[in-house]
């Protein structure tokens, strides 16, 4: 690492500080001339000018200079010009590397977006494989203020290959706030997966620390800059866990100049009625098994009745007779065809006119699409219709299904056993409970919100997205995985997850599993095992529970020089779980006091006691409250710089069964950044042991 010389004119430091003034000159000037712009004269209407004015709006929110974020953090020397050929003498050029474009008046480059193909051999090139890198400097910043710099002679064989220390820095800088970006970090086998293809799904099996989340987010960054037109048209969106982790990671896509993804939970996508409820274990896991999908199928398809009486259609003097022999084989073509089926009782009525039609071809008339439009909305035609293919409102035919055991047990027959129907009815025959007569009557779960989803693509088809990222994926059951599916069915999608972490009933068992259910199986599985966050002996400590969890993963492997801090405590009660939280917090950065969730109230208590302020998940942290008190149902996909974890075997109790305690410990063991005091009063968890 090096640091500025005696000669300001011979420094590289003050001329690489010199370059970033000049850039953030540069980004002030492109933000500043779209500012200016005078759109009054250059629109047609209204509509467009709202449309224009929009995009101007967030083009001048992405060309804003964060001044603590540097504009850019590392150089390259190519020995020759890209593209050109690599003859001898050949000039070369230097591009600097940043989290955005920045060009100067005359529009030649000052910064290289990180996308652009010219910065991939910033992440990618090595000693053994150059590619055509001559130099490679990386940046140490200090707030916004360029400091330090480090080379990398990839060509000089005298140069050894080296750890970058100003690499681990930046991988161990303090957490503070939410989520950053980790442009300047991103590791070969990262950056393969940022930058593969759009049109190809990618599912990443990751375990903590290993940077799948942002990995997941700079690709929608990388595709949206290489496929921009074509997402602005079809959109893209970010699917999380819960509020608290969307929150944590909503600034890492705005930091790099991307304001025009949507994110929310799966909750929210299938939102079509107000949940309410709950379901037990065994009952959301039945809810959530694929096989619901058929008894929905069958259950909508069978309101189809095939006519036992012709249409009699009177126009003027005339009458056209269609039989019924005739309408059951239109109505028979439309089922053999499986389309959605609202699109086929929208097609009926235009099926029976054309029929009719046919007949007054056959007459001499010559009709045109304008009779065929009147005769499909005779009233004889809408009736037959009517009773032929009647409408099905999904959460109606939800509801009956989970109110009505006989109208349950006849499209059920042959897929769910009775054992399983009764398990999900929410009233059996004789249980003196009342029936639920209504839709805003009823109380329903989130797995049944997932139902009415299902069946509303049954009857209509759900609009397909370009690129969909789906997070913590493994705690989605297969219904869950068909209602992001049904949203990039046209699209791809960034599966992201850990199998270990697991910690819903019906957790994932297999990725291939779950890209069949998500509509996806040509999809490539992908797998980090290299640890960038974990410290190597908490994660050594944590990987002792994965042959109980998930015995056929690899377990991390930190590539942290920092071997972090960990420390076993045996306590007499919460004053010195406090405690422990007041040594952490001595430190620069954040803290984060895990607990099973029925301890939180005795540790909020015990805290405010003591005067030491904290705050919930997903809210930022400042500089006078830097402690979070984080229920272990909540802490997933969460990282800080110490952990406190209280009382390991209640984070296992608090789980329905063994396993998914252990997993939801697993989590919770994994969140610090720097260090880890687990305190505990009871017995360690014997798989700890």
């Not at 890198?133 to 050894?160: C, K, N, Q, V």
């Not at 909508?300 to 126009?315: A, F, G, K, Q």
């Not at 980090?528 to 529970?545: E, K, M, Q």
């Not at 991390?556 to 007499?572: H, I, K, M, Q």
């Amino acid at each position: 690492m090096s640091t500025p010389a005696a000669d300001p004119i011979d420094d590289p430091l003050s001329r690489e500080r010199s370059h970033l003034a000049s850039s953030r000159s540069a980004l002030r000037a492109m933000r500043e001339d779209v500012e200016s712009l005078d759109i009054k004269d250059v629109t047609a209407n209204w509509v467009n000018a709202e449309v224009l004015a929009r995009q101007i709006d967030d083009r001048i929110k992405a060309l804003a200079d964060l001044s603590d974020t540097p504009l850019f953090f590392g150089r390259l020397n190519y020995l020759h010009a890209p593209g050109a050929e690599q003859a001898e003498g050949a000039e070369g050029e230097q591009f600097y590397i940043g989290r955005r474009h920045v060009h100067d008046a005359d529009g030649d480059p000052m910064v290289i977006d990180w996308r652009a193909p010219v910065s991939q051999p910033f992440y990618r090139a090595s000693k053994k494989d150059p590619l055509d890198i001559s130099l490679r400097r990386r940046f140490g910043y200090t707030g916004g203020e360029l400091t330090a710099y480090e080379d990398e002679h990839l060509m000089d064989p005298a140069e050894a290959a080296a750890t970058s220390k100003l690499l681990q820095q930046e991988i161990e800088r303090p957490r503070v706030g939410p989520m950053r970006d980790i442009v300047a970090t991103i590791q070969p086998e990262q950056d393969e997966i940022v930058r593969s293809g759009l049109g190809g799904t990618v599912c990443v099996q990751g375990g903590p620390g290993t940077g799948k989340t942002a990995v997941g987010l700079h690709r929608v960054a990388y595709l949206l800059y290489a496929h921009r037109e074509r997402l602005a048209r079809t959109g893209t969106l970010v699917i999380g866990p819960n509020k608290s982790f969307l929150h944590y990671i909503e600034q890492v896509l705005p930091a790099l100049g991307e304001l025009t993804v949507r994110q929310g939970t799966v909750d929210d996508l299938v939102a079509h009625v107000e949940v309410r409820g709950t379901d037990e274990a065994p009952a959301a896991v039945i809810k959530g098994d694929a096989r619901m999908a058929e008894v929905l199928r069958k259950a909508i398809y069978s309101h189809v009745t095939l006519p036992t009486e012709p249409v009699m259609v009177v126009r003027g003097s005339r009458r056209w007779r269609v039989p019924a022999y005739e309408l059951e084989a239109i109505v028979r073509e439309l089922l053999d065809r499986d389309i959605r089926y609202g699109a086929a009782r929208e097609a009926l009525p235009q099926r029976i006119a054309h029929a009719v039609l046919v007949q007054m071809e056959r007459s001499g008339e010559a009709p045109d699409d304008r009779v065929q439009d009147a005769v499909a909305r005779n009233t004889a035609v809408k009736a037959a219709v009517k009773a032929m293919w009647p409408p099905v409102e999904p959460a109606k035919l939800v509801l009956r299904l989970l109110s009505d055991a006989d109208f349950l047990a006849a499209h059920a027959d042959g897929i769910l056993d009775e054992d399983e129907q009764k398990t999900i009815l929410w009233a059996l025959p004789g249980s003196g409970k009342r029936a639920v007569r209504s839709v805003k009557a009823a109380k329903w779960s989130a797995a049944d919100a997932v139902l009415i989803d299902e069946a509303t693509d049954l009857v209509q088809r759900t609009h397909s997205l370009g690129h969909v990222v789906l997070d913590e994926a493994q705690d989605l059951s297969p219904m869950q995985y068909r209602a992001v599916g049904r949203r990039c069915t046209t699209g791809s999608a960034t599966v992201l997850g850990d199998l270990a972490q697991g910690t819903t009933p019906w957790a994932t068992r297999s990725w291939d599993e779950a890209l069949a259910h998500l509509g996806k199986s040509e999809g490539v599985i992908e797998e980090l095992t290299a640890g960038f966050r974990v410290p190597t002996d908490v994660i050594t400590y944590a990987s002792r529970l994965l042959p109980h969890i998930a015995p056929g993963l690899t377990p991390v492997a930190s590539v942290r020089e920092n071997p972090g801090f960990f420390d076993l405590r045996e306590t007499a009660g919460t004053a010195e779980v406090v405690a422990a939280c007041e040594e952490l917090l001595a430190n620069e950065g954040s803290t984060g006091l895990i607990a099973a969730d029925a301890r939180i109230p005795a540790l909020a208590e015990a805290l405010t006691a003591a005067g030491i302020g904290y705050i919930d998940p997903g809210e930022e942290t400042t500089v006078d409250t830097r402690l979070t008190l984080v229920p272990a149902s909540l802490a997933k996909g969460l990282e800080y710089d110490y952990v406190v974890l209280d009382e390991p075997q209640a984070v296992v109790d608090g789980e329905p069964d063994e396993r998914t305690g252990l997993r939801r410990l697993y989590v919770a063991l994994t969140r610090a950044v720097s260090g880890l005091i687990v305190t505990h009063t009871a017995p360690l968890p014997s798989q700890l042991a």
